[in-house]
Each structure stands twice: as C-alpha cells, then as structure tokens.
C-alpha cells in the first residue's frame, strides 16, 4: 500500500473509532442503568467522550509517525483478528473461575441491550487511558532525548511500562475493601498478562487488532458471563 493511501486509511480509522465513540456516548447518557460517573465523575458523558477521543487521535498520530505502533496493520488484519479471537476467550476463563472461586461484587456488570454499547465506548476510554497514552509519553521522551525514532528495545521498554498501568488501576479498586487477598493478587498477576498480550497485538498488528482482542474479552466476561453469573452466583 502506497504511504498516502495508508496514511488516509490510518485517519479513517480513528475517526471511525472516534464518532462510535460519541454516538455511544450520545446514545447512553442519562440512563440510570449506565454508571458513567464511576468512570467520568461529574463530567457530561458526551463531554468526557469528547476529550478522551481528542486524546486519542493525538496519540495514534504521535505513535504512528514514531513508526512504533500503527492503527491499522492491513496485511496482517485476518491473521490479527483470528489470534485476537482465539486468545481473548483463553484469558477470560480464568476470571471466570476467579470470579467462582472468590466472587466479585453483584454490580460490577452493565446489562445487555446497554452493555453492547457501553462496553465498546469504555475500552475505548481504557485502550485511551492505560496505553496509548502511556505508550505515547514514553516513546516521546525517548525521542527527545535521543534524537531518533525509538528503536525496538525502548519500544518493548515502553510496552513494559504500559503494561503496568492498568493492572495496578484496576486492582487497585479493590485493595482495603476486605476482598480476598489472593483475589487481588490475581487481578495484578491476570491484568499484567492481559496488558502483554494486548500490548504484543498492538505493535505486531495494529491498533484495531488489539481493540477487538479487548472486546471479545468482554463478551466473555462482562457479558456472557456477567449475566449468567447473578443467577449462578448470587
């Protein structure tokens, strides 16, 4: 593919992402099923979808000229979707598990028909805040202080620190509220892992690869699961 062409095609992808984003949003608020303020706090949901896509558009733009990590890998998209496919469901059954062994809380699950929108918007709003930001940070400090595009090594440096950001938001959400503590260790240990391979899907097949890897992931947990689970468990 010829670079304009692949550049336009890169652009039509975050703006794809960035109006689905909005209209999810749009679609969403003011639902008292959809519990935006756990996430966004007093700020408007359409509001606070509009910063988290400005942010993201930048970062795929400074990620993609750093040559480090694309939006769209078009060659490698259907070998990309069948890993993607295959692994997400392989990482989700542990937590499943988790979840039969030591119980999350009740509510932690948005119910279908809103989860099908809901899910998609919030990993993006995740995807935007645990990596491409950081991602992004690290890789621009690196070239500021040496002068050149980031070579493999800082790249992998940068998806080892990425790969920490969430895990420890996440679990953090549950340390001191008298959970289980292997619960929590598991929810560090899992989200680290689920960040690497994530992260690895990213760089070796593009941005929209690692999203459908994070929303097959979610199917399985948050909404196969999270609905079966209040009548298995509760």
Not at 6 to 14: A, C, F, S, T
Not at 152 to 164: E, N, P, S, T
Request: hydrophobic share 60%; net charge positive.
């Amino acid at each position: 593919m010829e670079p304009t062409s692949r550049n336009r095609l890169d652009l039509v992808v975050i703006a794809v992402f960035s109006i689905c984003a909005v209209v999810a949003a749009a679609a969403l608020a003011g639902d008292p099923a959809v519990p935006f303020a756990n996430f966004f706090g007093p700020i408007p949901p359409v509001t606070a979808t509009l910063i988290v896509v400005a942010v993201a558009a930048v970062a795929h733009i400074a990620l993609r000229a750093l040559d480090a990590f694309h939006p769209l890998r078009a060659g490698t998209l259907h070998r990309g979707f069948v890993v993607a496919a295959l692994a997400a469901p392989v990482l989700a059954v542990p937590t499943v598990i988790a979840d039969l062994t030591w119980k999350f809380p009740p509510g932690i699950n948005v119910a279908p028909p809103q989860a099908f929108l809901f899910y998609p918007l919030m990993g993006y709003v995740a995807e935007t805040a645990f990596h491409l930001v950081p991602l992004s940070l690290v890789l621009l400090a690196a070239r500021l202080v040496t002068g050149a595009r980031p070579s493999g090594r800082i790249v992998w440096v940068a998806i080892g620190v990425a790969a920490l950001v969430e895990p420890v938001f996440q679990a953090s959400g549950i340390f001191g509220t008298g959970s289980v503590v292997a619960l929590e260790i598991f929810m560090l240990a899992h989200l680290t892992l689920f960040s690497i391979v994530l992260l690895v899907l990213y760089r070796r097949y593009g941005f929209v690869t690692a999203f459908a890897f994070r929303i097959v992931y979610y199917l399985v947990w948050h909404i196969l699961w999270g609905t079966a689970r209040l009548q298995i468990l509760f």
